[in-house]
């Protein structure tokens, strides 16, 4: 059965790579994010930390922190806001996976977010790549 669902991410892994429109920042962008956890039926919210967001899409990002979250026991969710244009934003999701680099980890995020949300992303993802060019 564990067979099963590592294909089924490996799979899922390397179609979002394949995404039509993610964007990886030259400079990664700060961030920040807090966790949000079920606890005795109540909806917690941990203290808000920084992270460097390395890429984003309508999707999900890859994010960077000095945290160690737990991979495997997805009990809760993620709410990275960040800054792009001016305009602040959120995006509600899990962290899939993990990698470990010098005194940091790297995670990707996938995104649970409505249509309306992703739209928010993709027009200012859009609008900073022009901005991007212009200089």
Known sequence: MIGVYYIKWVI????????SFRYTFQEPELATY????EKEGAMVETKQSDALVLNLSPN???I?????LPIQERKYLLELQLNLNGTT????GIPVWKRREINQYVYGIEALE???TKQIVINELKQFVNSRKKL
Do not use: M, N, P
């Not at 807090?34 to 956890?37: A, F, G, N, S």
């Not at 960077?64 to 160690?68: A, E, F, I, N, W």
């Open 12 to 19: 899922d892994v390397q179609y979002k790579r394949h995404e």
């Open 114 to 116: 409505d249509q309306k």
């Open 89 to 92: 934003f959120s995006v509600l």
């Open 64 to 68: 960077k922190t000095t945290l160690d």
């Open 34 to 37: 807090k966790l949000i956890i």
């Open 60 to 62: 999900g990002a890859r």
